[in-house]
């Protein structure tokens, strides 16, 4: 019986069965690719956009309110923008303004008084453009008048008649954003929030139009 070292070789050591060369080893099997597809070049499918929900309109008890304050605010800019704007172009008559009331200290002083032009007259005209508490009963003043039926004589230059009614547009246009905000414009969408934004904006444009040809 002969021994075994252990300098013999591993496979002469392992039984003859499982001896086995590599040319004689067995080749995988082959897959079949049309039972198994390919799925290594497939597109992951995309995933769906998040579609917002429509948020809810405005709620009446606190739209109804807003929409009143603002649209009594642009009514307002409106009436005061209107005279400055004519002044401002050119239209009006000028005259005389002497003054015959000043109430009122600093910045809280007011004062009246007889407007006199060629065309017509107005026995109280309240001063405007200028500031009040610099004059006195009986004080003479050139000043411009849009119509007889005006309640304001501006007293000063034409710059500070573009800067009155500029303002006065300013003013305006942020009431229509208040009233689109009031209403929930925003929260439409498509050709309704179009045109409820284009309404908003343009109901105190309108109503500055409206006195526009009340002054002239």
Same mark, same amino acid.
């Given at each position: 019986?002969?021994?075994?070292?252990?300098?013999?070789?591993?496979?002469?050591?392992?039984?003859?069965?499982?001896?086995?060369?590599?040319?004689?080893?067995?080749?995988?099997?082959?897959?079949?690719?049309? @039972?198994?597809?390919?799925?290594?070049?497939?597109?992951?499918?995309?995933?769906?956009?998040?579609?917002?929900?429509?948020?809810?309109?405005?709620?009446?008890?606190?739209?109804?309110?807003?929409?009143?304050?603002?649209?009594?605010?642009?009514?307002?800019?409106?009436?005061?923008?209107?005279?400055?704007?004519?002044?401002?172009?050119?239209?009006?008559?000028?005259?005389?303004?002497?003054?015959?009331? #000043?109430?009122? %200290?600093?910045?809280?002083?007011? #004062?009246?008084?007889?407007?006199?032009?060629?065309? @017509?007259?107005?026995?109280?005209?309240?001063?405007?453009?200028?500031?009040?508490?610099?004059?006195?009963?009986?004080?003479?003043?050139?000043?411009?008048?849009?119509?007889?039926?005006?309640?304001?004589?501006?007293?000063?230059?034409?710059?500070?008649?573009?800067?009155?009614?500029?303002?006065?547009?300013?003013?305006?246009?942020? #009431?229509?954003?208040?009233?689109?905000?009031?209403?929930?414009?925003?929260?439409?969408?498509?050709?309704?929030?179009?045109?409820?934004?284009?309404?908003?904006?343009?109901?105190?444009?309108?109503?500055?139009?409206? %006195?526009?040809?009340?002054?002239?």
């Amino acid at each position: 019986m002969t021994g075994i070292t252990a300098g013999d070789d591993a496979e002469a050591l392992a039984p003859p069965a499982q001896r086995m060369r590599p040319e004689s080893a067995p080749e995988p099997p082959e897959v079949d690719h049309a @039972f198994w597809p390919d799925t290594s070049g497939a597109v992951e499918p995309a995933r769906r956009a998040r579609i917002k929900p429509p948020k809810d309109g405005r709620r009446p008890a606190l739209g109804l309110p807003l929409l009143v304050v603002f649209a009594l605010c642009a009514a307002f800019f409106a009436w005061v923008s209107a005279e400055p704007f004519w002044l401002a172009l050119g239209h009006g008559d000028r005259g005389t303004l002497t003054v015959t009331e #000043c109430a009122g %200290n600093g910045l809280a002083a007011r #004062c009246e008084g007889r407007f006199a032009a060629s065309a @017509f007259s107005v026995e109280k005209a309240a001063l405007a453009g200028t500031a009040d508490a610099e004059h006195r009963t009986g004080d003479k003043l050139t000043a411009r008048m849009v119509s007889g039926t005006s309640r304001f004589a501006y007293v000063g230059d034409a710059a500070g008649l573009h800067l009155r009614w500029s303002i006065g547009l300013g003013l305006l246009l942020l #009431c229509g954003a208040g009233i689109a905000w009031a209403t929930g414009a925003l929260r439409l969408h498509g050709r309704a929030r179009v045109t409820v934004l284009l309404l908003s904006l343009g109901a105190p444009l309108l109503l500055l139009l409206g %006195n526009l040809a009340l002054t002239w």
